[in-house]
Structures are given as C-alpha cells and as structure tokens.
C-alpha cells in the first residue's frame, strides 16, 4: 500500500542539502582595505629581503663554512626535537582528548603556556631546571657526569620546549575530532587498548599528527630565545642559523641578509611541499 492509499502515512521528507559557501560580488570598501594593508605588512619585509639580497655574491658565502654549519646544525636539531615532541606530545594530547580527569583544564593552559611565554624566559627557566645547579642538573652532573646547557642536546631542548605546544594542540584537535566508533568496534572486537591506540587510534589522527610535526619542526627551526639563553652561542656545536644570522648583523649586514634568505627558503620549501599532502588546501 502506497502512501497515497494511507492518509495516516508520515511524509517522506528528503534530507537537506548541504550548506553551500556564500560568496559575494563585491568585496566592501571597509574589509578590503585592511585586508591589503595586513597582506602588505605580511609580504614586504619578505620582499625587502629579497631585495636586499646580494645576489652576485650569493654562491660564494653561501659555500662558507660557517653557513653550511649553522644549517645542518639547526636541521638536526629541529628534527631530533620534533621526534622528542612526539613521543611525549602525542600521548599528552591523548589525554587531554579522551580521560576526563580533575585539573584537565590546568594541565592543558599549562600546556600552552610555551606559546605566549617570551622564548628567552623559557631559557632562564629551563637553566634553573637542568643547569649544573638547577633542580635536575645538578643531579645529572653529580650522577651521571651529564650536562646539558651550552651542549648540543641543550638545543633540541631549548626547541622542544617551546615546539610541543603546536604538536599538542594539533594533535588534541585531531582526536576530538575522530570518529571513536571505529575504536569501539575494535574493542568490541576484542582489541586491547594499546591494539586499538596503535591500529586505528594513530592512522585516524595520523594527518593531525603530521601537520602538527610540521609546524612544530618549523618552529623550532627558528628557535632563538631560549637557545640562546640555554644553550649559548658556540659556532658548530650550538650557533643555529638564527643564532648566526643575530652574530652576523653585528658585523656584516649581507652575510645576515644571506642567512637569513637560507632560513626563508627552507621553511618556506618544507611547508609548501607538506600542505597540499597533510595540511590540506583550500
């Protein structure tokens, strides 16, 4: 019997379509005026880099010594912390997401704390902890002969640090936004938590994880506060390119201006060659 034959019969109502993204012909006056300021603020220092750039002599002080030093280091160093960020930074922002436990917000405002502390009163804090005379330092020192300021490792310190907060919040997002069904199935399937963690928690969050280790390489790439409180200034084993490039304006404003053209360029390949791929693009 039809619908029709049944008076009683509810209507069949169809879903409603998505929303659509409304876009207008014209653009007012008053929006885009201070959006051209603000993408002209953005760009012109970049362009007046590019400018400035002594172009004629580029090769020869980019095959300096000093240069490719300072690069590797800071690569190095950025990568070992971002793998640092993620064996902590993933599992904290695991439990930010998914246990309900008392003191949650406070633990997740400490968190982010990095994010608007000055990077180089995150260097004094992290030297009252693990400096030769600081809480754990010490400790190390006396114990196990181990240091860490003014070191190499002090630099994936200093730049974890200040990093994991982009990897926790990335990643957090990432896992309030999954779809934990699939994890219920998998237990109701038998799975253990750490199964289920492994086999279809991280491959649901895996492009939240990535862009996350992206931006938290980006940042520490250009770490310098907290580096250079930390760890210092010592060329080959702790001088960062942007620690190079503070040492060279100093004395030579083209071999800054180089220096500082390399970690443009840098950044700027890694996250253009990581969007399309993890980040997404609109």
Same mark, same amino acid.
């Given at each position: +019997?039809?619908?029709?034959?049944?008076?009683?019969?509810?209507?069949?109502?169809? @879903?409603?379509?998505? !929303? =659509? &993204?409304?876009? &207008?012909? =014209?653009?007012?006056v008053a929006l885009l005026l201070p959006a051209a300021l603000g993408l002209l603020f953005l760009v012109l220092p970049l362009a007046g880099l590019l400018i400035r750039t002594p172009w004629s002599t580029l090769p020869q002080r980019l095959a300096e010594p000093g240069v490719l030093t300072a690069l590797r280091l800071s690569v190095q160093a950025a990568t070992l912390a971002t793998l640092l960020c993620l064996v902590l930074g993933v599992p904290l922002?695991? #439990? %930010?997401?998914?246990?309900?436990? !008392? /003191?949650?917000? #406070?633990?997740? @405002? %400490? *968190? &982010?704390? !990095?994010?608007? #502390?000055p990077p180089v009163v995150g260097g004094v804090a992290l030297l009252l902890v693990f400096g030769r005379r600081g809480i754990l330092g010490g400790w190390l020192d006396s114990t196990f002969g181990f240091t860490l300021p003014f070191t190499t490792a002090g630099v994936v310190l200093a730049e974890a640090f200040v990093a994991m907060p982009f990897l926790v919040i990335a990643v957090e997002g990432a896992l309030r936004g999954a779809d934990v069904r699939y994890e219920e199935a998998a237990a109701t399937l038998g799975a253990g938590r750490w199964t289920t963690f492994t086999h279809v928690t991280l491959p649901l969050v895996a492009p939240g994880i990535a862009a996350g280790a992206v931006l938290c390489w980006a940042r520490a790439l250009g770490e310098f506060g907290a580096t250079i409180t930390f760890a210092g200034n010592? !060329? /080959?084993?702790?001088? &960062? +390119?942007? %620690?190079? *490039?503070? #040492?060279a304006l100093e004395t030579d404003l083209e071999a800054a201006i180089v220096l500082s053209l390399v970690l443009l360029t840098v950044s700027v390949v890694i996250l253009a060659s990581l969007r399309d791929r993890w980040l997404g693009s609109s």
């Amino acid at each position: +019997m039809s619908r029709h034959d049944n008076p009683t019969a509810a209507p069949v109502r169809s @879903a409603p379509p998505p !929303p =659509r &993204t409304r876009r &207008t012909g =014209r653009v007012p006056v008053a929006l885009l005026l201070p959006a051209a300021l603000g993408l002209l603020f953005l760009v012109l220092p970049l362009a007046g880099l590019l400018i400035r750039t002594p172009w004629s002599t580029l090769p020869q002080r980019l095959a300096e010594p000093g240069v490719l030093t300072a690069l590797r280091l800071s690569v190095q160093a950025a990568t070992l912390a971002t793998l640092l960020c993620l064996v902590l930074g993933v599992p904290l922002a695991w #439990l %930010l997401a998914r246990v309900d436990f !008392p /003191g949650r917000r #406070l633990v997740r @405002a %400490l *968190v &982010t704390v !990095p994010l608007v #502390l000055p990077p180089v009163v995150g260097g004094v804090a992290l030297l009252l902890v693990f400096g030769r005379r600081g809480i754990l330092g010490g400790w190390l020192d006396s114990t196990f002969g181990f240091t860490l300021p003014f070191t190499t490792a002090g630099v994936v310190l200093a730049e974890a640090f200040v990093a994991m907060p982009f990897l926790v919040i990335a990643v957090e997002g990432a896992l309030r936004g999954a779809d934990v069904r699939y994890e219920e199935a998998a237990a109701t399937l038998g799975a253990g938590r750490w199964t289920t963690f492994t086999h279809v928690t991280l491959p649901l969050v895996a492009p939240g994880i990535a862009a996350g280790a992206v931006l938290c390489w980006a940042r520490a790439l250009g770490e310098f506060g907290a580096t250079i409180t930390f760890a210092g200034n010592f !060329p /080959g084993r702790t001088q &960062t +390119m942007p %620690l190079a *490039v503070y #040492l060279a304006l100093e004395t030579d404003l083209e071999a800054a201006i180089v220096l500082s053209l390399v970690l443009l360029t840098v950044s700027v390949v890694i996250l253009a060659s990581l969007r399309d791929r993890w980040l997404g693009s609109s």
